[in-house]
């Protein structure tokens, strides 16, 4: 009887430690088992549009500082581009294009010892006393900022020309400056250019103390969000959406791409913030897209696709060709899948 007790006993632990044996294998998987993710998104081109970012003096500064600033600047344009990316966008024919604003006798006398001829050159312009050069540029989270920088810090490296940069609110604050006489060169968008040289939009009456530089790089029309389901720009009507600073260019060429597609400030709810505040109230949920007009990549928007998933909207053809039908100063632009 004791033997029979024995074996049930010992038969009894057995499966006791196989039951406990299962159930710590069991929970041992679910805790080690991965937790499910979400594949990203694939990255596509952008088709968007595109302004030019051009470099503008006043024009009491004398032919020959301006023309070892432009020299110095496409005869090293390798040794930019390490700096900077966009020195790789350098490009004589583009540099030499605007047609809005005639060119500084100094820019054009390169431009020309380079077999380009421009458009126009400003009468009675070139002729003033040589100065240290400051150049306004835009915020510093921009590219305007980033690049000048580059820009100014070789020329004054590499030739007796001394360029200062300065951070701004961007073209129109800069072509004020320069109206003012602080500041002897600055980064301007080409449509800001042509409504302060004709009076228009921004301006209320025509600013004409300034001439062309040279034209460096497209700035793309980028409305970014963190959203996925804001698709297109008709997505945006009822939408918190930063339309740049008031008054300023990102502004009106928000407003262009609104009634391009047949919306107005009114169909949206407008935030007026520059790049970085878009940037960060996008961080924070508090706006659901930002228009940020500068060449990508935009260092506030590679900081936010470091914490956010970032969209950018693209446009379709039939908008977009309407728009630069409208406003001939936009050309149709895509932004590589890969910029962000």
Sequence with gaps: MKKMITVLLAAAMVLSLAACGSGASSSASTTAAPAATEAAPAKTDTDTVAVGAVIIARDDIPEDEIYTFIKTIFENSAAITEQHAKGGELDLAFASSVT??????????????????????????????????????????????????????????????????????????????????NAQLGFVQSDVMSYAYNGERLFDQKLEGFSTVAALYMEQVQIVTTNAAIKSVADLKGKNVSIGASGSGVYFNAIDVLDAYGLTEDDIKPVFQGFGDSAESLKDGKIDAAFIVAGAPTVAVTDLATSKTVYLVGFDKEHADKLIASSPYYSAYTIPADTY
């Design 100 to 181: 809005s604003v005639p060119y500084h006798p100094g820019a054009a006398k390169y431009f020309e010892e380079k077999g380009v001829k421009v458009a126009s050159v400003k009468e009675g312009a070139g002729k003033g006393s040589n100065v240290p050069l400051i150049f306004t540029t835009g915020g510093d989270t921009g590219t305007y900022y980033g690049y000048g920088g580059v820009l100014a810090s070789y020329v004054s490296a590499n030739s007796d020309v001394k360029v200062s940069v300065v951070s701004s609110g961007g073209s129109r604050a800069n072509i004020e400056e320069m109206d003012a006489g």
